[in-house]
């Protein structure tokens, strides 16, 4: 069985909680991710990508609004292929739901950012 989550973003709205929530990168926002998002061209694309993929993550894994998570409990690592990392929460959840190879894929346009996660059940 698979689980799939995805999540589409306006980069514009990561970009306005960027200037105006000081703390919004480090509540959401592990330090690896705001490294590597603070070295890009446009951090801000970056950001969404990355939050993106963390709202993919969590809706795979059954994560709503009822059963909110900490945002650095999901973290996503690697280029150009990101995986993901998970920890509290998220990572309970995922070895109760037997969940094995975790996918994900995020893009992006001028305006928004995408990612889409695909959750495969552990082999036995």
């Given at each position: 069985?698979?689980?799939?989550?995805?999540?589409?973003?306006?980069?514009?709205?990561?970009?306005?909680?960027?200037?105006?929530y000081?703390?919004?990168?480090?509540?959401?926002?592990?330090?690896?991710?705001?490294?590597?998002?603070?070295?890009?061209?446009?951090?801000?694309e970056?950001?969404?990508?990355?939050?993106?993929?963390?709202?993919?993550?969590?809706?795979?894994?059954?994560?709503?609004?009822?059963?909110?998570?900490?945002?650095?409990?999901?973290?996503?690592?690697?280029?150009?292929?990101?995986?993901?990392?998970?920890?509290?929460?998220?990572?309970?959840?995922?070895?109760?739901?037997?969940?094995?190879?975790?996918?994900?894929?995020?893009?992006?346009?001028?305006?928004l950012?995408?990612?889409?996660?695909?959750?495969?059940?552990?082999?036995?």
């Amino acid at each position: 069985m698979s689980r799939v989550g995805l999540d589409l973003i306006e980069i514009e709205r990561i970009r306005r909680a960027l200037e105006r929530y000081p703390s919004f990168r480090e509540r959401c926002f592990t330090p690896a991710e705001r490294e590597y998002c603070e070295s890009r061209p446009n951090p801000a694309e970056s950001y969404a990508g990355r939050f993106a993929g963390k709202e993919a993550v969590g809706k795979a894994l059954g994560f709503g609004v009822a059963m909110a998570f900490a945002w650095r409990d999901i973290e996503i690592v690697g280029r150009p292929k990101p995986s993901v990392r998970l920890a509290g929460r998220v990572a309970a959840r995922a070895e109760h739901l037997r969940a094995g190879a975790i996918d994900l894929s995020m893009t992006h346009s001028r305006e928004l950012a995408a990612a889409i996660c695909l959750v495969r059940e552990a082999d036995v």
